[in-house]
């Protein structure tokens, strides 16, 4: 998998908006954090010079499930590691489920919004 796709994957989920949202920073690697939302919730965080993981929400069943089959599933850094996990790339998880969590991420961020938001955004 690389940037291009996976950006492209994320931006054709309806409404899915783009943001770098940690421009400001001194450091290089928050500089290029690509984060990816719906309305105004994150759903998946990318570093789009250093490709090698994504942050992804989830829930914490499917968190403790993803990290006792993969090692390329581990708690997010710097997040509520209940609520967010890191997915590796080029390890023991096919691309086709990455993009599968992805989607989960999406649609978990989705049915969380108020119903006022979701009528905005469909």
């Known amino acids: 998998m690389n940037i291009e796709d996976f950006r492209n ?12 949202h940690f421009d400001k920073s001194k450091n290089d690697y928050d500089h290029n954090i690509l984060v990816f939302s719906i309305g105004n919730k994150w759903f998946c965080l990318v570093n789009i010079e250093v490709f090698y993981c994504c942050i992804l929400k989830s829930s914490p069943d499917v968190s403790a499930d993803l990290q006792a089959e993969y090692d390329a599933v581990r708690p997010a850094y710097h997040m509520n590691h209940r609520h967010w996990i890191s997915v590796f790339f080029n390890q023991d998880m096919p691309d086709s489920h990455i993009i599968e969590h992805v989607d989960e991420a999406y649609h978990r961020v989705l049915s969380s919004l108020p119903k006022y938001e979701c009528h905005k955004l469909v």
Not at 10 to 18: A, D, G, N
Request: hydrophobic share 35%; with cysteine.
């Open 9 to 20: 994957h994320c931006l054709s989920l309806k409404e899915v908006s783009e943001e770098m």
